[in-house]
């Protein structure tokens, strides 16, 4: 078991302040892809972090924030390493994470215990699984998915039936 | 970044494999942007290209450094499968491909995320990925085979021309323990339900022998991978070292 010093705590808490580069909303830490952060001294330090896709292109603009964010409170030294194991999943988001997907008009992914897509009958785009993806605009459970794949690799494109707006959902991985 | 040598020679062999399907496939898809049928359709083809690349990046940081891999080798040291090279064709064809790889993909990093192997920390990750790759492959297999008169027979065609290219993703790849006959079952079991349901045939003739394509993995190519290659590599061997 490594303990955490509580400079490296410090740390770590400046690292996670980082806002998400493509949903600024969110910092790293309510997203779950800050791993670690391990201090040699307190001039040299190492952050583990975790890519939310494989080949997620944010994750090098994550790396230099955390690095200008760590820079600015004095760290000479840091090291941001990427860290496959074990795989990043959405229900490392946390629940205050998950409220402000919500609130700037995503609709945030659903807890699973299992993963990959939610299996969907051919023929229909409606959700009829349970729990069903809520629109994130007027709180309807009646929407549709457009495609598998939107805006970025990590959310799908859904319209709500009820108010009629298209919307993105944080879709489940 | 320099071939990471705590690794030995046989599994470096088996990331080359398996970065260069995942390069040259997502190389492909990305062909793409700007021609898809529909603006969501060409969002979904670029990102699964995405995700096969940000594959293709850790596969061959296994091997060396991922540029020189990617951009200064020959087309006979690419170690590929014929399937992912194939050219895109029409939307019927670029489904077929993305049918038979991904099926293929998930299976096989399914497993390798199950083993304690090198492999295991990608294929965990991957494997989540890909699901969804294969979900859009057999969604719009269903919708196609079991769609139009046209339809159907642009996917019946296409299913058909790329069979033959399917026997070579079961053939044994050193340093990559997997168990090619179970593989290829489940392949089958899952690929012949898919086409099952969207009413289409299942292609006739040999997928693996003296009538079947295949040999990817010792370097030889169809004739379309050269131009491919050309096209992916002439801006860095132009401008070497060139950034912005």
């Known amino acids: 078991m490594v303990t955490t010093t509580p400079l490296e705590a410090e740390l770590l808490e400046i690292a996670g302040a980082v806002p998400d580069p493509e949903l600024p909303v969110l910092t790293l830490q309510e997203l779950g892809v800050v791993r670690a952060v391990h201090a040699h001294g307190t001039d040299t330090v190492e952050v583990e972090l975790t890519p939310t896709y494989t080949g997620c292109p944010a994750i090098e603009a994550m790396s230099l924030d955390i690095e200008r964010a760590l820079h600015a409170h004095g760290v000479r030294d840091v090291t941001v390493r990427t860290v496959l194991t074990p795989a990043w999943s959405t229900d490392d988001i946390s629940a205050e994470g998950r409220r402000k997907l919500q609130e700037f008009g995503i609709a945030p992914p659903r807890v699973q215990r299992t993963t990959g897509p939610v299996p969907l009958t051919l023929g229909t785009t409606r959700t009829l699984t349970a729990p069903p993806v809520q629109c994130p605009h007027c709180g309807s459970a009646d929407t549709e998915l457009l495609s598998r794949f939107s805006s970025t690799a990590c959310k799908a494109l859904r319209r709500c039936l009820a108010c009629r707006e298209p919307f993105d959902h944080f879709k489940e991985l | ?244």
């Open chain 2, 1 to 244: 970044m320099t071939a990471d040598m705590t690794l030995d020679a046989t599994t470096r062999t088996a990331a080359l494999a398996l970065g260069d399907d995942a390069l040259v496939l997502s190389h492909r898809l990305g062909e793409w942007a700007g021609h898809a049928p529909v603006l969501e359709e060409e969002v979904a083809l670029a990102n699964i290209a995405l995700d096969l690349l940000g594959q293709a990046r850790v596969l061959l940081s296994m091997v060396g450094d991922e540029d020189e891999l990617a951009y200064l080798r020959e087309e006979r040291a690419f170690r590929n499968l014929q399937l992912v090279e194939q050219p895109n064709g029409d939307f019927a064809h670029t489904i077929a491909r993305q049918l038979y790889f991904s099926t293929y993909q998930h299976l096989l990093y399914a497993e390798l995320a199950a083993a304690e192997g090198p492999f295991a920390p990608l294929a965990a990750k991957a494997v989540k990925e890909v699901a969804y790759h294969r979900d859009h492959a057999e969604q719009w297999t269903l919708r196609l085979g079991d769609g139009t008169d046209e339809s159907r027979e642009r996917m019946r065609r296409a299913c058909g021309a790329l069979w033959r290219f399917t026997g070579e993703m079961f053939q044994p790849v050193a340093g990559l323990d997997v168990d090619g006959t179970a593989l290829e079952a489940a392949w089958l079991a899952s690929v012949t339900a898919v086409l099952d349901r969207a009413t289409l045939p299942v292609p006739e003739g040999p997928r693996t022998g003296a009538w079947a394509a295949g040999a990817g993995r010792q370097g030889l190519h169809t004739e379309s991978f050269g131009r491919m290659l050309a096209e992916m590599q002439h801006l860095h061997r132009s401008h070497p070292g060139a950034s912005w």
